[in-house]
């Protein structure tokens, strides 16, 4: 690699190294920032909104019956049916279709909900046309995104994140949009229950989850795909912001949403390049969720990107190319949001000689011939990328277990968290990476306790239709 190329890389590289120290520091900041966001009702760019998700116990296996669970979080609308069987198994049938790009931005929150009732709709009809009329069907709505919860079917869009932008959508109630719009199609669908994917997440662990085989208590419910996202079950008296009058008498406690995408908005200590900057500055929810941005699949593929144009404009890479185009770069690589992490994880394991793999990803994903020097930057810069999302995603985790540890002081059990995701599950070596930075943190001094991560399958389908058992 010419020298200069080389030192500009490794300049790079060394910013997206994370640190022991910083970790720790972060978490701590995490922590902190948890008790600022159960402290305050109305929310603020400030501090992670800790949503209370009116879900007051977390399953234990011996739920039964019948229910529908429809999920918006992403790309995909999935519309499944859960028999829950009572022994920690279940059977799903499920639907899927993406979501037309037009109805994420440029449309409105009737066209978007139509939509999704159609789908339940045309779900029932393949599945459950032998339901009887009279039995209405419990739904429970997973729905993804921030929002203002105030009882288990009842809750208010705060913003939207992952590329949706329907401002008329904002501050109404996303279970009347549904049900109003089932209504209209004369659906037999009670929408009984809202919850975020996170804590159908938690609740889908849970109940999978058999702590005599398993000898772990399942603590937290997360997400590390599109987006990230955690939500665990705290001790009543430590949400002050919680109204107990609409509690149940006997409840000790209750599952919050963190939407921990949403930590240190304020940059108070997350690490920041310029390249976040930019990357911030193309989005539709500029200044939020900046935790997120640094994390999780929607993100990755365009942070690479993003450098790699930084590179080129320093006159770098691509010259040659640039060039022979008569003074132009491939489109698909000089606009945003082109690039999958999918593709990005190709990118980060290819061990073919020169990298020729990866230079065929390029030529078909992004129609960008590269030179074998070009392939190597690509590779060290996404696996920078890549782990400083893995290592950063360990700071909620340590900061959530370090806080409920003392709850399970009598109990002998280790902790584990239900994780679901496209990165978690499938990006090379991420799981290894938050290992090892929950390793350095080490949350749990002293105690010979330790964390496993488990991937929830499914866990916003079951979770939902556990939320909507609870009703
Ligand atoms: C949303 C969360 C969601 C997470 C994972 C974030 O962008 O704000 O509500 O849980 O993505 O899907």
Known sequence: MNSELEK??????????????????????????????????????????????????????KETGLFLAADLGGTNFRVCSIKLNGDHTFAMEQSKAEIPRDLMKNSTADELFSYLAKKVKAFLCEYHSDVEDE????????FSFPVNQTAINRGTLMRWTKGFDLPDCVDKDVVELLQSNLDKLETNVHVAALANDTVGTLLARAYANNPEETKSNTVIGCIFGTGTNGAYFESLENIPKLDLSTVPKDA????????????????????TSVYDEI???????????LFEKRISGMFLGELLRVILIDLFERGLIFQDLYKSRGGSLPHRLSEPWQLSSEVLSYLQIDDSTDLKMSGLIMENVLRLPTNSEERLVIQKITQAVASRAAHLSAIPLAAIVQRVAPTYKDDENDFEVGCDGSVVEFYPGFQANIKEALQLIDPLKGSKKKIHLRIAKDGSGVGAALCAATT
């Open 8 to 61: 500009v890389v490794n300049e790079i590289v060394e910013q997206f190294k994370v640190e022991k120290e910083f970790l720790c520091k972060a978490t701590q900041s995490f922590v902190d920032s948890m008790d600022t966001g159960l402290k305050h009702d109305k929310s603020s760019r400030d501090f992670m909104p800790m949503i209370p998700a009116y879900v007051t116990s977390i399953p234990n296996g």
């Open 135 to 142: 039995e209405k069907l419990k739904l429970g709505f997973t």
């Open 252 to 271: 000790a406690g209750m599952v919050i949403n963190t939407e921990w995408g949403s930590f240190d908005n304020l940059l108070q200590v997350l690490p």
């Open 279 to 289: 990357l911030d500055s193309e989005t539709s929810n500029k200044g939020f969720h």
